[in-house]
């Protein structure tokens, strides 16, 4: 249920914003960031309902992707955050292209490639946006969710509701002449995306407080 909450309220910004998995390995071990990348993993798998299991990633092969998703080298993503993870997988949801009913590390790659490219134009638009920073919502906790979640259900407007429709009234009054993020980019380009995966142990512990 936690993951689902995340998954509702995980946002471009949100993911931009939160701390890159580089830090959040210092903060609670790199053993409980790659049990949570793990379980991650395995429930976008789950819900590709795939009918072949002989066309699923094993759970070796789900251990060494973990272990890539938050590694720091060439064609990994520990520069990213674990919310970017979670939003590369809404995005494949979001808009899929055909797995042929399968999922591989190859696979992978392509989703979390096809996130980054909307990223980074996402980052371009971000960038010409006077005073955003000012904007920038609380970060996302436990507690924030909860809070926002039982809002939501007694049908009362959440914070995030009222933060959207004040950036929407203000993006009506902006130009369109986006700057481009050229570092973002060159992240982008640098990726070395054939890079195979390592393998870690793992346990698990809460990572959603920033």
Not at 61 to 66: K, M, R
């Amino acid at each position: 249920m936690i993951l689902a909450e995340l998954k509702r309220e995980t946002s471009l910004e949100k993911a931009h914003e939160s701390p890159k998995m580089v830090v959040v390995k210092q903060r609670i071990g790199e053993e409980n960031l790659h049990k949570l990348l793990c379980f991650i993993l395995k429930d976008f798998q789950d819900s590709l309902k795939i009918t072949n299991p002989a066309n699923e990633m094993s759970a070796s092969e789900i251990f060494e992707a973990a272990d890539r998703l938050m590694g720091t080298r060439e064609g990994e993503y520990g520069y990213e955050s674990v919310f970017d993870i979670i939003m590369a997988f809404k995005h494949f949801k979001a808009n899929p292209f055909e797995l042929f009913n399968a999922f591989s590390d190859i696979k992978l790659t392509k989703i979390i490639t096809n996130y980054l490219e909307l990223k980074a134009d996402f980052l371009e638009k971000l960038n010409r946006q006077p005073g955003r920073d000012a904007q920038k919502k609380e970060p996302l906790t436990l507690d924030l969710i909860r809070s926002e979640y039982a809002l939501s259900q007694a049908g009362q407007p959440t914070q995030g509701d009222a933060i959207n429709q004040q950036r929407r009234q203000e993006d009506l009054k902006r130009p369109a002449n986006w700057r481009q993020d050229e570092a973002y980019r060159k992240v982008l380009a640098s990726r070395d995306w054939s890079k195979g995966y390592q393998a870690e142990d793992t346990s698990y512990e809460d990572v959603t407080d920033n």
